[in-house]
């Protein structure tokens, strides 16, 4: 018998893939009702708006890479071992049928969503903003923290790039070679 949290999280799984693949906009109950086999009334029922699938979908994609980050951080001290981990959660997505990271795409669609999904989507940003900032300034303390802070918005807004870029070709090694390049001229160790 499924139960309700069953079905949530199948709803939960199918929006995920489909906003990762078109986005935002394209988020839609009825199709959603068709892959997990339940009506649209069904839907509302977990998820009383688009906006409220949305929010909840942005605040676990957020709690799930903060959760990832940390254990990076635990696994290693190395900055490049970090950085590389990091880096391979991006590309992850593009290896899963060439889909986004679901903030990101949701943050190129970001005048049209509701405040909840936008400060959830921001959320993501000052997660990986934080953590990168708190790896590099652990790295070089002398350089001190605006200075971190910048180099972890630099970051995380090039390998966002990258993903969209890649993606944009439907060509992973345009990713690959992106980071590469990255890595090469400093950005990322």
């Not at 009334?41 to 009383?48: G, L, T």
């Not at 992850?92 to 986004?100: G, P, Q, T, V």
């Not at 953590?131 to 001190?144: E, F």
């Not at 390998?159 to 439907?170: F, T, Y």
Request: hydrophobic share 40%.
């Amino acid at each position: 018998m499924t139960t309700p949290t069953d079905t949530r999280e199948k709803i939960l799984s199918v929006a995920r893939l489909m906003v990762q693949a078109h986005g935002y906009n394209a988020l839609s109950f009825r199709e959603i009702g068709k892959v997990v086999g339940v009506s649209s009334a069904a839907i509302h029922h977990h998820f009383a708006t688009k906006g409220e699938l949305g929010a909840a979908l942005a605040q676990r994609y957020t709690d799930e890479a903060e959760k990832c980050f940390g254990d990076f951080s635990e696994a290693s001290e190395d900055l490049s071992v970090c950085l590389r981990n990091y880096t391979n959660v991006f590309r992850a997505a593009l290896e899963n049928d060439n889909r986004m990271c679901l903030c990101g795409i949701m943050s190129a669609e970001r005048d049209d969503l509701p405040a909840e999904v936008r400060a959830e989507v921001d959320r993501f940003t000052e997660v990986n903003v934080a953590w990168l900032t708190q790896l590099l300034s652990r790295h070089n303390p002398k350089a001190g923290v605006e200075v971190a802070q910048r180099h972890a918005y630099a970051i995380f807004s090039a390998i966002e790039g990258a993903q969209l870029v890649s993606r944009g070709r439907g060509d992973i090694s345009v990713f690959d070679n992106t980071v590469e390049a990255y890595r090469a001229t400093g950005l990322l160790l």
